[in-house]
């Protein structure tokens, strides 16, 4: 490594640190647990993981967590991306040193989405279009109201229209991944039966609990 790249990697961690002290610093001052905002952020991370407790489909936990967990790493590296590129900004945040939406990105959006993903497929409802709905509703609504209480700061002309797409193109990711590995287990399980393939979700949940109690009345009568 030459030495011209050392220097600008110590440039680099130096800077690094300081603007981490710098967030910590903010949120001693503006952000701390002496603010209403601070308990509002607290109270959004909460309250949608116990609506989930409350809600959550047990059937299809896996299922619907991997749709959840997907929405949220999606959410979290691009929000990421977004405030290391100057693009969006959290006044206030949870953790001091930890820039991103903690409440948004891990709790209040990949429940709603992770619900809204649990209904159309228990009622057979069509997931792009409840999906878009849904990304209204977090992009407009929330992203509307997020910016006009200063939860968050747009700049370079972000704004909320492109929080919409963001928004509705992860629920729709997270939709095809999270089909495609169900067509994997499906398929692994129609060679251990034998049968054709099923691709409806609520048919594929059908027959998987069919066979469970099959192979569970055939272990009991064993």
């Given at each position: 490594?030459?030495?011209?790249?050392?220097?600008?990697?110590?440039?680099?961690?130096?800077?690094?640190?300081?603007?981490?002290?710098?967030?910590?610093?903010?949120?001693?001052?503006?952000?701390?647990?002496?603010?209403?905002?601070?308990?509002v952020s607290?109270?959004?991370l909460i309250f949608p993981l116990a609506v989930l407790?409350?809600?959550?489909?047990?059937?299809?936990?896996?299922?619907?967590?991997?749709?959840?967990?997907?929405?949220?790493?999606?959410?979290?590296y691009l929000d990421a991306y977004g405030v290391a590129n100057?693009?969006?900004e959290h006044p206030y945040i949870i953790i001091p040193g930890m820039p991103i939406n903690l409440a948004i990105n891990t709790a209040l959006i990949p429940v709603l989405f992770m619900l809204t993903y649990q209904y159309c497929i228990n009622q057979s409802r069509n997931v792009y279009f409840f999906g878009l709905i849904a990304a209204v509703f977090t992009?407009?609504?929330?992203?509307?109201?997020?910016?006009?209480?200063?939860?968050?700061?747009?700049?370079?002309?972000?704004?909320?229209?492109?929080?919409?797409?963001?928004?509705?193109?992860?629920?729709?990711?997270?939709?095809?991944?999270?089909s495609f590995f169900?067509?994997?287990?499906?398929?692994d399980l129609n060679r251990k039966e034998g049968n054709q393939a099923i691709t409806s979700p609520r048919?594929?949940?059908?027959?998987y609990d069919f066979f469970r109690k099959k192979r569970e009345a055939g272990g009991g009568a064993s």
């Open positions: 490594m030459s030495s011209e790249q050392q220097a600008m990697l110590v440039k680099i961690r130096e800077l690094s640190e300081e603007r981490t002290q710098a967030s910590i610093d903010h949120w001693l001052q503006f952000s701390n647990m002496g603010t209403w905002q601070f308990w607290v109270v959004a407790l409350i809600y959550l489909d047990r059937r299809r936990t896996f299922e619907i967590l991997f749709f959840g967990f997907v929405v949220h790493v999606l959410m979290n100057g693009l969006v992009g407009l609504v929330l992203g509307g109201l997020a910016t006009a209480t200063e939860f968050l700061h747009l700049f370079k002309g972000m704004n909320i229209w492109y929080i919409f797409v963001i928004d509705y193109l992860e629920f729709v990711l997270a939709y095809w991944l999270t169900l067509k994997i287990g499906n398929q048919k594929r949940q059908i027959r």
